[in-house]
Each structure stands twice: as structure tokens, then as C-alpha cells.
């Protein structure tokens, strides 16, 4: 447990995943200089299936220029004035209007809808509803299954997949039912650059490197001042 909390918790600020997060973040930073709100003052970010403390962890909370909208299935407690907790689906953002938001951001949720049709209906709403765009998702070709911590678990035939998670405890020390195992297997469809392309067309992509291999990819549409 020690090697994959210092590999891949989020939550451990020495750990390595948390570092990667941290260098991504602070390119992201650079981008939103670039935007300029168009409602006042405000600048309003729709964060598609993220968190509070993710933003409270990088001093977010103490900034009243900037609004964040935290989308989930599930509605949580937020503690900020400036961050507010709603229900929807990324895939149906029918609640709101073309370019509601200044930004919308998302970080490793694209990859979690079960299909590629779902991914497109995101990607087609997240470019719908803001007039700038930042959304990152692991590189399907990177050697490392990041959700799994297991070398190109990625490619491996459904039967295997399943054998591993339910029978074995080599993803992350846990051993899952085969009922959770399948629908994790179904739920995480990884992206390429030549997706991430066909996704975003309009779009940059940020890619971050480890080993001199794309370890995660960014598709960011950033209109300047």
C-alpha cells in the first residue's frame, strides 16, 4: 500500500501522481491568464466531475474573481462562496446555453463514460457551453494503465482484464468482484491523440511528457484578451 500511495494518491502531495497533477496545473494557470470574463468582473468555470478541495488545494477558494461550478451525478457540500455543487451529466448539458461559461475545465472524467459515442456527446456540449475549453485525460498509449497501475492493461483481451481485477490483487493491491470488475472495465475507454483530435477539432493539445513518451493529453481552446 505505502509504494501505490507514494505512486498514485492524489491526496499524498509527495506522491508522483499528485507532482504530474501539480506541473499540469500550473500550465493551465498560464492559459487562464490569457482569458478575459465577460460577465463583469467574474470569471466562471464550469468544472465537469471535479471537486472543491482540488481547487481549494491550489488557493482557488480565496479568489472572488474567479466562480467555479463543480458538475457531478451527486450534489456535495461546498464550504466557499465562490464554488457552488450541481447535478448533471456531462454528456447532456441541455440546462445550459451556448458559452454560459468563460471556461470549462475537466480532468480525467472523459475517459469514464463507457463509450466513445458518450465522449463525443461531452466534447460536442463542453464546446458548446464555453467560450474556452481545458479538458486533460490519459494517453491510451502511455505503458502505464494509470487507473489500474498496470503495464498496457489497456490492450488486454476483456477475459484477462477480469481475471486480474477479480481474481487477483496486482491492480493497486485490491481484488474486486467480477459484478465491479466488469463495470469497471466497461466504464474506462482511454483516448488517443488522433481521438483527442477528432474530439476537440478546434483545439490545441498539451502534451505531458514522462520518459520522453505522452503521458496524458490536454485539448485546450483558449480565445486570448
Same mark, same amino acid.
Given at each position: ?117 458518450? +465522449?463525443? $456527446?461531452?466534447? !460536442?456540449?463542453?464546446?458548446? @457551453? ?8 490519459? %494517453? =491510451? ?12 492493461? +489497456?490492450? $488486454?483481451?476483456? !477475459?484477462?482484464?477480469?481475471? @486480474? ?8 493491491? %485490491? =481484488? ?12 474506462? +475507454?482511454? $483516448?488517443?491523440? !488522433? ?31
Amino acid at each position: 500500500m505505502s509504494f501505490t500511495n507514494e505512486l498514485a494518491d492524489y491526496n499524498n502531495k509527495k506522491s508522483l501522481a499528485n507532482r504530474f497533477r501539480d506541473r499540469r496545473f500550473r500550465f493551465f494557470e498560464n492559459q487562464l491568464k490569457k482569458i478575459a470574463p465577460k460577465k463583469g468582473a467574474v470569471l466562471t468555470i464550469l468544472d465537469v466531475g471535479g471537486t472543491e478541495s482540488f481547487w481549494v488545494n491550489r488557493g482557488y477558494h480565496k479568489n472572488p474573481d474567479i466562480h467555479i461550478t463543480l458538475l457531478n451525478l451527486t450534489k456535495a457540500e461546498t464550504q466557499h462562496d465562490n464554488m457552488e455543487s450541481v447535478v448533471g451529466n456531462a454528456c447532456d448539458l441541455s440546462e445550459y446555453s451556448d458559452n454560459t461559461f468563460d471556461l470549462v475545465f475537466s480532468n480525467s472524467v472523459i475517459e469514464h463514460l463507457y463509450s466513445y459515442e458518450n +465522449q463525443e $456527446l461531452m466534447a !460536442k456540449e463542453v464546446q458548446r @457551453v464555453g467560450e474556452n475549453y481545458y479538458i486533460q485525460t490519459p %494517453n =491510451k498509449y502511455f505503458f502505464i494503465e494509470p487507473h489500474y497501475l498496470l503495464p498496457y492493461f +489497456q490492450f $488486454l483481451p476483456r !477475459k484477462t482484464k477480469l481475471f @486480474v481485477l477479480s481474481k487477483t490483487r496486482l491492480s493497486r493491491g %485490491n =481484488k474486486l468482484s467480477m459484478e465491479k470488475a466488469k463495470d469497471k472495465v466497461a466504464e474506462i +475507454q482511454l $483516448l488517443s491523440l !488522433k481521438d483527442m483530435n477528432h474530439l476537440f477539432p478546434r483545439a490545441k493539445i498539451f502534451k505531458e511528457k514522462f520518459l520522453g513518451m505522452n503521458k496524458s493529453l490536454t485539448a485546450y481552446l483558449i480565445n486570448e484578451k
